[in-house]
């Protein structure tokens, strides 16, 4: 059922509690990323995260997080600091550019993004590096 604004307005003034569909535009994904979500890379020097569409650059944002470590027990949590972050010129695709590859280890990557229709969205993916 499609509502046009007015009557939408209508049902919820109404209070009929309709689930009115959210806004046109479907809110932003990550679309791929590299390496790629349960991937194993070999010594990476770049995280990219590409999203399905152009995000504010003032409100998204990632995080590369060491899970763990060979050899290491009770790795805990790493934050990775020494990386650059870049966005293309279509504002669709943020580079984390590491000033040294990863060593080896379990990576999760954390990310927020808003895109056109303002809502910040949230996701992760993960990956080994052997
Ligand atoms: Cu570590």
């Known amino acids: ?3 046009t604004p007015a009557l939408a307005a209508l049902a919820l003034g ?3 509690g309709l689930a009115v569909p959210t806004p046109l535009a479907a809110e932003v994904q990550l679309v791929a990323s590299t390496p ?4 194993s890379a070999k010594s990476p020097r770049v995280v ?4 399905s569409e152009k995000v504010d650059p ?3 944002v990632a995080a590369i997080v060491m899970t763990a470590m060979p050899g290491v027990a009770n790795h805990g949590e790493m ?3 020494n ?3 870049s966005w293309s010129k279509d504002g669709k695709t943020l580079e984390l550019r590491l000033r040294q590859a990863l ?7 954390r990310w927020q993004a808003a895109g056109a229709d303002g809502k910040l969205v949230r996701g992760k993916f993960g990956f080994t590096v052997g």
């Open 58 to 60: 003032a409100r998204s």
């Open 79 to 81: 934050p990775i600091r």
């Open 103 to 109: 060593p080896a280890g379990t990576y999760e990557v």
């Open 14 to 16: 109404l209070g009929l």
């Open 48 to 51: 990219r995260l590409a999203f």
């Open 36 to 39: 790629a979500d349960k991937a």
């Open 1 to 3: 059922m499609r509502l």
């Open 83 to 85: 990386f650059t972050p």
